[in-house]
């Protein structure tokens, strides 16, 4: 029974040692908590007035705003992952018995709880400037639901970009990609008001079917597929990335 319980141990311990490393980072965890807020409030006070959606442009922008929170901070994981993997610590942790997988768990775990603590706090600010829901309580479950399962998905890719970069640096430039893919999505504008060539790309990006899931169910209007295509979206970046993070882990602990 105890090595069947060992692993999740592990990555407990990994995941408390992972938000003790964010809490003493205190630079970097206020730019994550602060960057999504400061973005939010740009969009709507500098750009909002002049896009027009059909609504209030808070009301619209909001769930884009979500996502790229979850998007920025999910992407430092890749950073902390090529910390650990250049300083040496992996050997020490493997001497100890701590499987590649429980150190990895711990740190999407930690982004995950990072993540969720940014996610309420911009939330919190957008009820504030004007966000006004209308979901009921299953709706709430469903769209906190669909964000948990791409919080996960994305730590996992970044983890994996984390094993893929040789250098922290190397692996910082997977934050650009991550703040760009909610641009050519329907995060801030209507896709329709894009050009034409861009269509296809915004129509069918993970992004998108995320943040028309998140949008209709907060606001109580129909979704029709797009949870059914978020979900999916997730479960495959979730399968693969956690696959070449473990092929990732032996190969650069051989």
Not at 79 to 91: C, N, T
Not at 109 to 117: G, K
Not at 129 to 147: D, E, M, N, T, Y
Request: glycine share 10%; net charge positive; with cysteine.
């Amino acid at each position: 029974m105890s090595d069947v319980l060992t692993p999740a141990v592990n990555a407990l311990t990994m995941t408390g040692r992972c938000i003790r490393l964010s809490r003493r980072n205190v630079d970097s965890l206020i730019t994550s908590l602060m960057l999504p807020l400061m973005l939010m409030l740009v969009f709507i006070y500098f750009f909002g007035g002049a896009i027009n959606t059909g609504t209030e442009y808070v009301t619209y922008v909001l769930p884009g705003i979500l996502v790229l929170c979850a998007a920025f901070g999910s992407s430092a994981t890749a950073v902390r992952v090529s910390e650990d993997m250049k300083d040496g610590i992996i050997d020490r942790f493997r001497s100890l018995d701590i499987g590649g997988a429980s150190i990895l768990a711990g740190h999407v775990a930690a982004s995950t709880v990072r993540n969720l603590l940014s996610t309420v706090l911009v939330l919190g600010v957008g009820l504030l400037i004007g966000f006004r829901p209308s979901a009921s309580a299953a709706g709430w479950l469903a769209a906190a639901g669909i964000l948990l399962v791409f919080l996960v998905a994305i730590s996992w890719l970044s983890a994996a970009v984390g094993l893929l970069a040789r250098t922290p640096d190397a692996a910082g430039g997977f934050t650009f990609f991550m703040m760009f893919l909610p641009y050519p999505s329907s995060a801030f504008v209507p896709i329709h008001t894009m050009p034409t060539w861009l269509h296809g790309f915004a129509d069918n990006q993970p992004v998108t079917p995320l943040i028309e899931s998140l949008r209709g169910l907060l606001h109580g209007t129909p979704v029709g597929s797009s949870p059914w295509v978020a979900l999916a979206w997730c479960g495959g970046i979730l399968a693969v990335a956690m696959g070449v993070s473990g092929v990732l882990f032996r190969v650069r602990t051989a």
